[in-house]
């Protein structure tokens, strides 16, 4: 609703749905559509946000990987996010503050980069707590790489998510719009440690 059908035209000839959905299901994925059960309905404020690199508003979809209800655990959430580059301070700052949360049922959302989202990760699985990992790529990508074992540990206990199809690569803009998702899945944010 809302957009113009002949804007995207030039990137129909590259979609195959049945690839898609073939993709997720061959790494445990799921398509989640508005109006699903597990559809988390605070994403919706989207609606109202501006856009960044002519992307935004709510996500048309997410694709989904891990046994967790995206609605249940995005309803009681926070996300706990910052440099990449973080110190030592921050990213123990980083897992004790996700620990902390997900002892107390809250949901620690982040989006699996290095520095502070992976101790934020790690510190919630640590406590066998709840973890939203939002991702720039597909679900069925490990990115970065050297969080592939990360991203494992979440998607069996937590969930990994996306707006965009499985075998997508990220990209710069894909970041960008991405951290909006990371901001509407989560009732409050922690910035642990950022540039100014």
């Known amino acids: 609703p809302g957009r113009d059908p002949a804007a995207l ?26 109006g699903d059960d597990e559809w988390p309905e605070q994403v919706d404020v989207l609606d109202e946000a501006g856009e960044i690199d002519r992307r ?5 979809a997410f694709w989904v990987r891990g046994p967790r209800s995206l609605a249940d655990v995005s309803g009681r959430s926070c ?14 700052t980083a897992a004790e503050l996700a620990a902390g949360l997900a002892e107390r049922g809250i949901t620690v959302v982040s989006g699996a980069a290095y520095g502070i989202d992976a101790a934020a990760h790690r ?12 991702l720039a790529c597909g679900i069925d990508v490990a990115y970065p ?11 069996d206990d937590g ?19 991405r951290n909006r998702l990371i ?14």
């Open 9 to 34: 035209h030039v990137r129909l000839g590259d979609l195959d749905p049945d690839r898609d959905l073939e993709l997720a299901a061959r790494c445990g994925g799921r398509l989640v559509c508005p």
């Open 56 to 60: 935004g508003g709510p996500p048309l």
């Open 79 to 92: 996300a706990v996010v910052g440099a990449r580059a973080a110190s030592d301070y921050g990213v123990y």
């Open 123 to 134: 510190g919630a699985l640590a406590v066998q707590g709840p973890t939203i990992a939002v």
């Open 145 to 155: 790489r050297a969080h592939q074992d990360l991203l494992e540990q979440i998607a």
């Open 159 to 177: 969930l990994v998510v996306s707006e965009v199809p499985p075998a997508s690569t990220p990209n710069r803009p894909r970041f960008l719009v």
């Open 183 to 196: 901001a509407a899945l989560s009732l409050g944010c922690v910035i642990v440690e950022a540039a100014v």
